[in-house]
């Protein structure tokens, strides 16, 4: 199959570019490197001996978009590019909204001018929104979000759910993921955020490595076991697995007649704690992670995580490694690229 991977150099997308490779699609990548590293294409062709079609550019340019699609011989679209940092949303609404939002619309309007009409799309748990009960199901309604980044999330389902009423050609997966973390085993690719880390496991491997004194933990006083925040953690590599199953689901569908939006929850349908996140880290790693519980974060839930079952029985996916085989290869990247993709400075 010839695939689109758009935002295909970033953390999930060089994941699934390297599965979509060993599967022997074809792969495009177009990215605009706002968020990500060349470096990432070159060690995906390390792992796989195969190189992706690199395009640098903008999904917000929907000329762009279509010539590729038409000159690729494009059959399906994975749309991972976007903005993706909640407390930034905020300060930024308008840029979370341009690229999430717009790009999609922007990618849609391509797909329709090309005529390819299946789509895998990044979603977030995040749209079920603070209210929804635990476990989520994919049969709740898209909540509230908090953020105008959750918001740009709860948009684009919106505009797919419409378009597919629309149109009864598209064939659409909303993968809504909850926390990836890990890397591939190589050690190759990995997480490798800009600045200071938002999320939970590049701040811990950030910490065992060197680069950061200790880790605050945002909250000691939730009502959870141990009183710290609970998530549903799953390995990137199972995740990316996830895209192509939902690919080949989504190629089930007879000409002309597609199979609408249909959304997953991709997760393990287990819970964590933030201690536990921890002193699992310490004792698969043997490195010390210094920490202090810190006040709440502004807007985090006590805990969340996934029904697993849907996509365990339409898509036949299931997460198949263990908290511990997450963290060790976390370890793994952050200790063989202390600086992420930067070389390190000598
Ligand atoms: P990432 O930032 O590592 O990857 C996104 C990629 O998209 C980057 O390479 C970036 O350069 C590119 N990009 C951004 N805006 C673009 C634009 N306008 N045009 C072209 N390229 C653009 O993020 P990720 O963690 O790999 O996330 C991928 C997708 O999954 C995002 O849509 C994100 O919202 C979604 N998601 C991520 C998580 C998570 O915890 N990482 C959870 C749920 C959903
Ligand atoms: C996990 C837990 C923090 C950092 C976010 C987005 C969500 C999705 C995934 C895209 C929480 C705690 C964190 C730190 C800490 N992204 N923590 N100290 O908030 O569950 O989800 O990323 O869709 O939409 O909101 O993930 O990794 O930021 O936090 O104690 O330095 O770790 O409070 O309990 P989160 P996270």
């Given at each position: 199959m010839n695939v689109l991977v758009t935002g295909g150099a970033g953390y999930i997308g060089a994941h699934t570019v390297v599965e979509l490779l060993q599967a022997d699609?074809?792969?495009?990548?177009?990215?605009?490197?706002?968020?990500?590293?060349?470096?990432?294409?070159?060690?995906?062709?390390?792992?796989?001996g195969q190189r992706a079609h690199f395009i640098e550019g903008d999904v917000r340019d929907t000329a762009l978009l279509t010539q590729v699609l038409q000159e690729r011989q494009v059959n399906a679209v994975i749309h991972f590019a976007g903005l993706k940092a909640v407390g930034e949303s905020v300060q930024k609404p308008i840029a979370y909204y341009d690229n999430n939002v717009t790009g999609?619309?922007?990618?849609?309007?391509?797909?329709?001018?090309?005529?390819?009409?299946?789509?895998?799309?990044?979603?977030?748990?995040?749209?079920?929104?603070?209210?929804?009960?635990?476990?989520?199901r994919e049969d709740?309604?898209?909540?509230?979000?908090?953020?105008?980044?959750?918001?740009?999330?709860?948009?684009?389902?919106?505009?797919?759910?419409?378009?597919?009423?629309?149109?009864?050609?598209?064939?659409?997966?909303?993968?809504?993921?909850?926390?990836?973390?890990?890397?591939?085993?190589?050690?190759?690719?990995?997480?490798?955020?800009?600045?200071?880390?938002n999320n939970l496991l590049p701040f811990v491997t950030q910490v065992a490595v060197g680069r950061r004194p200790e880790l605050a933990i945002f909250g000691g006083d939730y009502d959870?076991?141990?009183?710290?925040?609970?998530?549903?953690?799953?390995?990137?590599?199972d995740l990316a697995r996830g895209h192509l199953s939902a690919l080949q689901k989504l190629g089930q569908a007879t000409a002309g007649t597609g199979l609408?939006?249909?959304?997953?929850?991709?997760?393990?349908?287990?819970?964590?704690?933030?201690?536990?996140?921890?002193?699992?880290?310490?004792?698969?790693?043997?490195?010390?992670?210094?920490?202090?519980?810190?006040?709440?974060?502004?807007?985090?839930?006590?805990?969340?995580?996934?029904?697993?079952?849907?996509?365990?029985?339409?898509?036949?996916?299931?997460?198949?490694r263990t908290l511990e085989d997450m963290l060790r290869d976390a370890w793994r990247w952050q200790s063989k690229n202390p600086q992420g993709y930067q070389p390190e400075a000598s």
């Amino acid at each position: 199959m010839n695939v689109l991977v758009t935002g295909g150099a970033g953390y999930i997308g060089a994941h699934t570019v390297v599965e979509l490779l060993q599967a022997d699609h074809q792969v495009t990548v177009l990215d605009n490197l706002c968020n990500s590293s060349p470096i990432a294409l070159e060690r995906i062709a390390r792992i796989t001996g195969q190189r992706a079609h690199f395009i640098e550019g903008d999904v917000r340019d929907t000329a762009l978009l279509t010539q590729v699609l038409q000159e690729r011989q494009v059959n399906a679209v994975i749309h991972f590019a976007g903005l993706k940092a909640v407390g930034e949303s905020v300060q930024k609404p308008i840029a979370y909204y341009d690229n999430n939002v717009t790009g999609s619309i922007s990618l849609l309007k391509a797909m329709t001018a090309a005529g390819v009409r299946q789509l895998v799309f990044s979603s977030s748990a995040t749209v079920y929104g603070p209210l929804a009960p635990v476990p989520y199901r994919e049969d709740m309604p898209l909540g509230q979000a908090s953020n105008p980044y959750g918001s740009s999330k709860i948009m684009v389902e919106q505009i797919l759910a419409d378009l597919c009423h629309a149109d009864a050609g598209w064939s659409v997966a909303a993968l809504r993921y909850f926390n990836p973390i890990g890397a591939h085993e190589s050690g190759l690719i990995g997480e490798d955020p800009q600045g200071i880390p938002n999320n939970l496991l590049p701040f811990v491997t950030q910490v065992a490595v060197g680069r950061r004194p200790e880790l605050a933990i945002f909250g000691g006083d939730y009502d959870t076991p141990d009183g710290t925040c609970i998530r549903d953690y799953l390995h990137v590599v199972d995740l990316a697995r996830g895209h192509l199953s939902a690919l080949q689901k989504l190629g089930q569908a007879t000409a002309g007649t597609g199979l609408g939006l249909k959304a997953w929850n991709l997760g393990t349908g287990q819970g964590t704690s933030v201690l536990d996140i921890v002193r699992t880290f310490e004792t698969v790693t043997s490195r010390p992670v210094p920490y202090r519980i810190a006040p709440r974060r502004a807007g985090d839930l006590a805990a969340f995580w996934a029904d697993a079952a849907l996509a365990a029985s339409e898509l036949g996916w299931q997460a198949t490694r263990t908290l511990e085989d997450m963290l060790r290869d976390a370890w793994r990247w952050q200790s063989k690229n202390p600086q992420g993709y930067q070389p390190e400075a000598s």
